[in-house]
């Protein structure tokens, strides 16, 4: 009973205190489940994050559901999705209950303005890590630069093309590429 206790306190907490959605609470979310909890580890983190931003979801609750799971089965997936969710839903339950006008209130709009700048340095942390951690293999690393690149043009040049196509064009170019030096690594094994 005490894993259920912790992982919904440990998910509360970053439900709670982190601004900006998923990707703001990736570096959180490492922090505490792989650094200092050590419930999963650095490759599964990165597994986990590929798979939660292919399901349907926010991509923080998937990732609590994920590491929830892993530690305490179905039981564990559940505290620690309502770990995630339970304190957005009652923040923005009080705020819609009690100030009509929230975003209106000058210190409240500030706050959010300085908000925006944190959120954009925990995305961009969160960015670094997974680039560090990444596997250095060139078809690795030129697949990233060409996504970055393109992501960047697209966003630049204000074209009208999904996020989500982007990754399944890196998807489907990878699985060539798997195939490709698969075929090549089992042509030169017959050859031997």
């Known amino acids: ?3 259920l206790l912790d992982l919904f306190l440990t998910f ?3 439900g709670l205190f982190t601004f900006g959605g998923g990707y703001a609470m990736i570096s959180i979310i490492e922090n505490h489940c792989v650094e200092r909890k050590k419930w999963i580890s650095h490759d599964e983190m990165s597994n986990m994050l590929v798979v939660a931003e292919s399901t349907p979801g926010p991509i923080a609750v ?14 564990g997936a559940l505290i620690a999705t309502l770990g995630m969710a339970v304190p957005s839903f009652v923040v923005i339950f009080l705020i819609s209950m009690f100030l009509d006008n929230f975003l209106e209130i000058t210190i409240i709009a500030n706050a959010f303005k300085g908000i925006k700048v944190g959120v954009g340095i925990l995305i961009l942390n969160a960015g670094i890590n997974m680039v560090k951690k990444m596997s250095k293999k060139k078809k690795a690393v030129i697949i990233m630069i060409c996504s970055c690149v393109a992501m ?3 966003n630049i040049f204000a ?3 999904s ?29 031997e």
Do not use: D, H, P, R
């Open 159 to 161: 074209w009208n093309f």
């Open 12 to 14: 509360a907490k970053i």
């Open 163 to 191: 996020a989500i196509s982007m990754m399944l064009i890196a998807a489907a170019v990878s699985l060539i590429l798997f195939i490709i030096s698969g075929g090549a690594k089992q042509k030169g094994g017959e050859e």
């Open 1 to 3: 009973m005490n894993i």
């Open 62 to 75: 998937n990732c609590a559901t994920y590491t929830g799971y892993k530690m305490a089965g179905f039981m």
């Open 152 to 154: 960047l043009a697209i």
